[in-house]
T-cell receptor, first 113, second 111 residues
């Protein structure tokens, strides 16, 4: 059973701070990793994808991947109250499970004004 | 593009009734996924299709669940008979590559 683990939170940060969200996964063969944001009562929205070790930046968001440690993280700089949501880490399966995403249960982030 | 369209948005049904959820994927996307989300289990993949063909249905919980994709623009997820433990939000998602986009979901309540 492929697993994706996230700290459920809640993670509370003040406005303007950096929020750091972490995710570990069990499938060593996984090559594709995603971060989704889900507002309460809404559907998951893709915000970042990362496929190579290292950092990938998009605006205020930076995804970090370390395949050797089986670790993915998402940094949100200059956090805004509108960033308050649940962040889901998703990992694509390997081998015959390509395109099959396993999701963590999510980390609830609260940004306080 | 209108995105992934699901219907109905909310469904309340009595135990034992048949429930059909519908999904229209984004035009041009060749993968379609059905997910179920609950507080206890999170977001779980039920089944996915590639070019209208079911590829992996290992997540379908029981024979009461079935899914079809008769053409590239339409898919259904059917539960027959429904049970209270099927209450959840059901999401459809589609992709052309590895980045999947979700519909707004159907909130199913079985009483």
């Amino acid at each position: 059973q492929k697993e994706v683990e996230q700290n459920s939170g809640p993670l509370s940060v003040p406005e303007g701070a950096i929020a750091s969200l972490n995710c570990t996964y069990s499938d060593r063969g996984s090559q594709s990793f995603f971060w989704y944001r889900q507002y309460s009562g809404k559907s998951p929205e893709l915000i970042m994808s990362i496929y190579s070790n290292g950092d990938k930046e998009d605006g205020r968001f930076t995804a970090q991947l370390n395949k050797a440690s089986q670790y993915v993280s998402l940094l949100i700089r200059d956090s805004q109250p509108s960033d308050s949501a649940t962040y889901l880490c998703a990992v694509e399966g390997s081998g015959g499970s390509n395109y099959k995403l396993t999701f963590g249960k999510g980390t609830l982030l609260t940004v306080n004004p | 593009d209108a995105g992934v369209i699901q219907s109905p948005r909310h469904e309340v049904t009595e135990m034992g009734q048949e429930v059909t959820l519908r999904c229209k994927p984004i035009s041009g996307h060749d993968y379609l996924f059905w997910y179920r989300q609950t507080m206890m289990r999170g977001l779980e993949l039920l089944i996915y299709f590639n070019n209208n063909v079911p590829i992996d249905d290992s997540g379908m919980p029981e024979d009461r669940f079935s899914a079809k994709m008769p053409n590239a623009s339409f898919s259904t997820l059917k539960i027959q008979p429904s049970e209270p433990r099927d209450s959840a939000v059901y999401f459809c998602a589609s992709s052309r590559g590895r980045e999947a986009f979700f519909g707004q979901g159907t909130r199913l309540t079985v009483v």
